[in-house]
């Protein structure tokens, strides 16, 4: 795809940069940027030297978003790729935060089984400050209601690079 010409080493930046480049391109050939975006992500899946994170993710989330039209097709594409990062471990609070932004319809399925609404506590457990223009009753998903397995790699990378510096 789009990286075999280039010279730095892939990695998953590597990959999540031109997958979030396609996902802000507002030209005219938006099938032709949104199959670059879909091969680049296509060959992240396959690659043996580096894993998908969370914001892979949400930049292939958002390039369906912004390349796609409106139709239950897109939300089904979307869904289905939620469902694959839930099976990869990598969920974040910055995945659910686009999911919010690109899938309503799903963000609404995710509320009603595991939803906090009008916590005054983030997802850490701390105390939220409360502004004066924030609701009080804000809908919101966290990663620490969700199902274990749907986040058990999301810092997995991170451990792996401390393992191999020792």
Not at 19 to 33: D, P
């Amino acid at each position: 795809a789009a990286l075999e010409r280039m010279p730095a080493p892939r990695n998953v930046y590597a990959y999540n940069t031109v997958v979030n480049a396609c996902a802000f391109y507002y030209g005219k050939e938006t099938s032709v940027t949104m199959d670059v975006a879909e091969q680049t992500f296509k060959a992240l899946l396959s690659d043996k030297r580096c894993r998908p994170n969370g914001a892979s993710y949400c930049a292939m989330m958002k390039a369906i978003f912004h390349l796609t039209d409106a139709s239950e097709h897109r939300d089904r594409r979307l869904g289905v790729l939620f469902d694959d990062a839930c099976k990869r471990g990598v969920v974040d609070d910055v995945l659910l935060g686009a999911v919010g932004q690109v899938c309503p319809s799903l963000m609404e399925i995710l509320f009603l089984q595991f939803g906090d609404e009008g916590s005054d506590v983030d997802s850490k457990g701390r105390k939220r400050k409360k502004t004066g223009n924030q609701r009080s009753t804000q809908r919101r998903v966290w990663v620490k209601a969700l199902p274990k397995s749907w986040s058990q790699n999301k810092f997995r990378d991170r451990h792996d690079k401390k393992k191999r510096k020792l």
